[in-house]
């Protein structure tokens, strides 16, 4: 069994401007995400804990690392997804998110389901 479909994890990630939690006098522009993540590979696995790197337009960094995602440890089998909304705050009208999830196969196995680089916007900002 090839190791890369033993293990795999497929993460996709939409997000959205929240006007009435921003300020854009004081710089704050919150944006909530809604993540899905389903089990696409041939193993069950549980998700341990999330690593964020977060981006503004100006390059300043906010790393985030904690356990789980939005207080739970999903494990999901072969063919199973999870989908949870949580939120950031940036200094910019525009940045970017990425990460990876610390999972743990049912095998006893970790390894990391990255989460590809989506972007957070106000609209009309990007064409």
Request: net charge negative.
């Given at each position: 069994?090839?190791e890369?479909?033993?293990?795999?994890i497929?993460?996709?990630?939409?997000?959205?401007?929240?006007?009435?939690?921003?300020?854009?006098?004081?710089?704050?522009?919150?944006?909530?995400?809604?993540?899905?993540?389903?089990?696409?590979?041939?193993?069950?696995?549980?998700?341990?804990?999330?690593?964020?790197?977060?981006?503004?337009?100006?390059?300043?960094?906010?790393?985030?690392?904690?356990?789980?995602?939005?207080?739970?440890?999903?494990?999901?089998?072969?063919?199973?997804?999870?989908?949870?909304?949580?939120?950031?705050?940036?200094s910019?009208?525009?940045?970017?998110?990425?990460?990876?999830?610390?999972?743990v196969?049912?095998?006893?196995?970790?390894?990391?389901?990255?989460?590809?680089?989506?972007v957070?916007?106000?609209?009309?900002?990007?064409?």
């Amino acid at each position: 069994m090839a190791e890369s479909r033993k293990y795999h994890i497929t993460v996709t990630a939409r997000a959205t401007f929240v006007p009435e939690q921003s300020d854009e006098a004081a710089g704050r522009y919150v944006f909530s995400y809604t993540i899905h993540i389903a089990n696409t590979g041939q193993i069950a696995a549980q998700l341990i804990s999330r690593h964020w790197l977060i981006s503004d337009a100006h390059a300043r960094l906010q790393e985030v690392r904690g356990l789980g995602v939005v207080g739970e440890q999903p494990f999901l089998r072969p063919g199973e997804s999870f989908e949870y909304t949580s939120g950031t705050a940036i200094s910019t009208p525009v940045g970017v998110m990425r990460g990876t999830y610390q999972m743990v196969a049912e095998d006893g196995s970790p390894f990391d389901a990255v989460v590809p680089e989506f972007v957070l916007s106000m609209p009309r900002i990007l064409h």
